[in-house]
């Protein structure tokens, strides 16, 4: 469950940077790939939330990927 909200917490913050940039994005499959596209702090973000989701630790790696956004 824990993984699950996580992962869910992620791509909602990938998807508010695209909409943003009004960039679309066909599957989430490639979602991770268009926003590294973006600017070197998307791909941060996006090395943060791949960082967060194999540790689940919100106390170590959730607020370096929080502080990030």
């Known amino acids: 469950m824990k993984m699950h909200t996580i992962a869910e917490i992620i791509?909602?913050?990938?998807?508010?940077i695209l909409q943003e940039n009004e960039i679309l994005f066909d599957c989430n499959r490639r979602l991770e790939k268009?926003?590294?596209?973006i600017s070197p702090q998307t791909v941060e973000l996006v090395r943060l939330g791949?960082?967060?989701?194999?540790?689940?630790?919100?106390?170590?790696?959730?607020?370096?990927?929080?502080e990030e956004i």
């Open 11 to 16: 791509y909602s913050v990938y998807r508010m």
């Open 34 to 37: 268009q926003v590294e596209s």
């Open 50 to 66: 791949r960082q967060l989701e194999v540790s689940q630790s919100i106390e170590d790696t959730g607020e370096a990927f929080f």
